[in-house]
């Protein structure tokens, strides 16, 4: 039996990803909006997700850089 260590570090980076975006939605705008209402909640998930709008883009440019580069790399 063999061990893919990188799958396993893969798959542990995305399940570190989904929980801390869990926990960052539901968690630290349920808290907004338990404390401050509804208003405040839909201004609080504004900013997360205008917070999260530049890490996305640049995953994105990396991931397309990426790309290139290995479509150069192919001869």
Request: glycine content about 10%.
């Amino acid at each position: 039996m063999s061990r893919d260590l990188r799958k396993y570090m893969r798959d542990t980076n995305v399940r570190l990803i989904v929980g801390a975006m869990l926990l960052l939605f539901i968690v630290g705008d349920g808290l907004i909006w338990r404390i401050y209402g509804g208003g405040a909640a839909v201004m609080g998930l504004l900013c997360i997700l205008a917070a999260l709008a530049p890490v996305v883009l640049i995953l994105l440019l990396l991931g397309l850089l990426d790309w290139v580069v290995k479509r150069a790399n192919r001869d």
